[in-house]
Nanobody, 114 residues
């Protein structure tokens, strides 16, 4: 079955960096767009970034442009989110998502705090 497993979250100080990974299985990964979303406490889940199947086209929420980079390795069935210059307002559970199968990962917690 379709499965997404995120990893790489944790506690980081403001200005720090983290790289999230999402390992996909159960479908032909290289065929589909992939998405990163996040959900902060008390807020709705919101789109952070997406990437096309080949990895050449990306889109970002205004709040993360210039700080976050989405990428993918189709040979490893993995999508990444490199997060730099992290701010306290980036604190959230981060999820990867494949729309074609309406499947979410379990999420990984990112906490930005001094």
């Amino acid at each position: 079955q379709v499965q997404l497993v995120e990893s790489g979250g944790g506690l980081v100080q403001p200005g720090g960096s983290l790289r999230l990974s999402c390992a996909a299985s159960g479908f032909t990964f290289s065929t589909y767009f992939m998405y990163w979303y996040r959900q902060a406490p008390g807020k709705e889940r919101a789109l952070v970034a997406n990437i096309n199947s080949a990895g050449g086209i990306t889109n970002y929420a205004d709040s993360v442009k210039g700080r976050f980079t989405i990428s993918r390795d189709n040979a490893k069935n993995t999508v990444y989110l490199q997060m730099n210059s992290l701010k306290p307002e980036d604190t959230a559970v981060y999820y990867c998502y494949v729309s074609r199968f309406n499947t979410w990962g379990q999420g990984t917690q990112v906490t930005v705090s001094s």
